[in-house]
């Protein structure tokens, strides 16, 4: 079974390290994109690595199915959040003519 | 009469008048528009009319005591209690106060019937009855009082009651100076009456026997009263001689009369009731009343009596050159007053009541007699500008006459018998001198008063034609209250006809349980008839002769011209007796100028001293509260400002945190999740004070920021202009 070896090969370790690629990309997406949409991409990047972490410590410990149905609850919520994050860009485009967020700093003390 | 009969009636003597003077005093416009003048008069005459029957009914229960118990009492009120001081407001009756509420309200009485018609014209009406009426209620306390200080309250109020009688008519800037020179004239007196008060009372109380103000106690403490010293003088002889300052004011002796005839300012009812009949005889009713405390002092008595005598002729003489009718009347009423005040002073009180007494009834009669021809002449008082009026005011003419004889001292009429018994109780008692200055005053007497007689009534009437033709003889309402005083100007003297003449002088015994015990009580009991009695009798009767017969000469027959009299020593007498002696110039020179320079010097005393210190204070002050003011202004202001303007500033550059970037603030959120990865392996002893230090180091480098990027200095926080550009 060469599924079987490779599977055997792959570890939690394996996955780990994706997800921790993947969060650490979707944080930099987060911290350095200006633009809004960018910014809620790497929300989602980062959702994902969460997913994978969760998938991977459900396979590796557990052998029942809490980490899948948790991640099919935040890609759910993922789809919620992105639907109020793309409606909040709307509201400020409306409201700045842009979706900038350095040009939207009218919390600023 | 340890046991004094208590009447309740008493009260209303003095409330009658108290209650009609409240009345018209409150009501009285109202009731003079609604109902006319009459219900004035009607309200006035029937409190007087009331309390004179009470007076009556009092009397009569005294009459019907056996004379040792002849005591009413009535206690209204309790008043002071306070130590050794017990005063209540309790009315007495006794022989004296009798004779005296009869004389107020009955004399009273008719001159408020004679007011009804000799006010008729005026205005104001009602005030001048309710006047009246509290007059006769203070004159009614001062005469009912059992003791020296409702006396003194009784005192006051007539003295009040006189003010504002001779200032009725205070339209005239003269009336209301005679007014004011009555109060304040009065007010020196009355200063000597307090204080005679206080000195009995205190030194009675240092004797160590008790002390009292009721007239009926004093009389068995006085005698405590002997060897007792203030201020190194006999305390009796003081106190009798501070009461004495006291009569003088009251009743018009030397040196505080001047106010007596310019009292006559006021309207003519009321110099016949309260500068005639009544309040001025209060001094004497005083001393009488105090009786045995005068008789403890000889040297007191002796001043009394000397000062009554000169009061006697000095007043007599200034009578003899008046021309006004009402100022003749006032000397006469001053010399009169100082006839019974010699009478206290050698111990006759008797006597000088009885004088009191028909002096009351003929002088009124002549008041309101002239006031009858002051009515009649419109207002006319200079005799010279008089005459003739015997045929048109028959009434009046006779009237006046009856009285005048009464005064003058000739048989049978009052004034004779009560003169004389004063004179010869003076002669008797080992005062030969007083007793000439007396006879000679009661010549001058007769003279003045039928000079008066003669320039009024006889003669031609040397008025204008316009006055010839309103002259009329008073109404009735004004003549019968002359008609009744006239006959007691003739009939009052019986009641004291001296054993002498086959009397028994009925007034004398009355008054003997009041007097019994004094120095000169005793006269009544000497009933001997002395042969130079008889002959004191006929030089006085025969002096008045002269005097009459001297004023027929001069001023009806004119056969003798008056000028012979008055240029003798080339005029001199005459003119300081017709122009008083100088004695108002002599007190304006030096009472009044002295009180007005004093007041001068207080005023500048006050103006260049007391303002100088109070400005200064005020100054001073203002300079403190300046300086204060800088410091709350500078320091204060300036470290609470400067306070807030550090946390201002502070709170300014934290505020820079909030950029509202979403970056950094991301940035902070993941570099602080790094941190804290790391904290909790550090211990809590490290990490308080590391967390401590990065605070303090966060304020520091906060307040070093603000201060060097808004370039302040420390001094800036200071001043004004700093702390308005720190804003």
Sequence with gaps: MIMDGLLLDIGLRHFLSVSLIVFVLGLYCVLTRKNAIGILLGVELILNSANINYIAFSYFSSGNYDGQVFAIFVIMLAAAEAVIGLAIVLGIYQNFSSIDIEAVDSLQG | M??????????????????????????????????????????????????????????????????????????????????????????????????????????????????????????????????????????????????????????????????????????????????????????????????????????????????????????????????????????????ALCLFVGATGKSAQIPL?????????????????????????????????????????????????????????????????????????????????????????????????????????????????????????????????????????????????????????????????????????????????????????AGMTAFYMFRQVFMVFFGENRADEHTKEHLHESPPVMTYPLIVLAVGAVFAGFLGVPPALGGSNILEHWLEPVFAGGHGGGHAAHHHVEVIEYVLMVASVGIAAVGIFLAYLIYYRQSVSAGTFTAVGGGVPYRAVFNKYYVDELYHATAVRGTLAVSWLCSVFDRNVIDFIVNNVAKATGAVGWAVGRFDHYIIDGLVNGLADVIFGIGNRLRQIQTGNLSIYLYVIVGAIAVSQFLPRVGADILVPVVIAFLSLVIVVGIALWLSTRRIQWRLMFTKEGVSELR
Excluded at chain 2, 117 to 137: C, I, S
């Design chain 2, 257 to 441: 009369y001047v106010w007596l005839p310019d009292a006559m300012a006021g309207p003519t009812p009321v110099s016949a009731l309260i500068h005639a009949a009544t309040m001025v005889t209060a001094g004497v009713y005083m001393m009488a009343r105090m009786h045995f405390l005068f008789s403890l002092s000889p040297v007191a008595l002796g001043v009394v009596a000397t000062v009554g005598a000169l009061t006697a002729l000095v007043a007599a003489t200034i009578g003899l050159a008046q021309f006004d009718i009402k100022k003749v009347l006032a000397y006469s009423t001053v010399s009169q007053l100082g006839y019974m005040v010699l009478g206290v002073g050698v111990g006759a009180y008797g006597a000088a009541v009885f004088h009191l007494m028909t002096h009351a009834f003929f002088k009124a009669c002549l008041f309101l007699g002239s006031g009858s021809v002051i009515h009649a002449m419109g207002d006319e008082q200079d005799m010279r500008k008089m005459g003739g009026l015997r045929e048109k005011m028959p009434l009046t003419f006779w009237t006046f006459l009856i009285s005048t004889i009464a005064i003058a001292g000739i048989p049978p009429l009052a004034g004779f018998f009560s003169k004389d018994e004063i004179l010869w109780l003076t002669f008797s008692g080992g005062h030969p001198l007083l007793w000439l200055i007396g006879f000679a005053a």
């Design chain 2, 2 to 239: 340890d046991h004094p009969l208590l009447v309740s009636s008493l009260r209303w003597i003095v409330l009658f008048p108290l209650l009609g003077a409240v009345i018209n005093g409150i009501l009285g416009a109202k009731i003079q528009e609604r109902f006319g003048k009459n219900g004035i008069s009607v309200v006035a005459c029937t409190a007087v009319g009331l309390a004179f029957i009470f007076a009556l009914r009092a009397f009569f229960q005294l009459t019907s005591l056996v004379p040792e118990e002849r005591y009413l009492l009535d206690t209204l009120l309790r008043w002071i209690h306070i130590g050794a001081l017990q005063v209540d407001i309790a009315f007495a009756v006794d022989p004296l106060s009798g004779l005296m509420i009869l004389i107020v309200t009955g004399i009273g009485g008719l001159i408020h019937l004679y007011s009804i018609g000799y006010m008729h014209d005026d205005e104001a009406y009602w005030r001048f009855f309710a006047y009246l009426n509290l007059f006769t209620a203070a004159m009614l306390t001062l005469v009912l009082a059992d003791n020296l200080v409702l006396m003194f309250v009784g005192w006051e109020g007539v003295g009040l009651c006189s003010y504002g009688l001779i200032g009725f008519w205070y339209k005239e800037h003269a009336n209301t100076t005679a007014g004011n020179k009555a109060f304040i004239v009065n007010r020196i007196g009355d200063a000597g009456f307090t204080l005679g008060i206080f000195i009995i009372f205190w030194s009675l109380f240092e004797a160590g026997h008790g002390t009292t103000a009721v007239f009926r106690d004093l009389g068995p403490l006085i005698h405590h009263l002997e060897g007792q010293m203030v201020w190194g003088v006999p305390a009796a002889t003081l106190a």
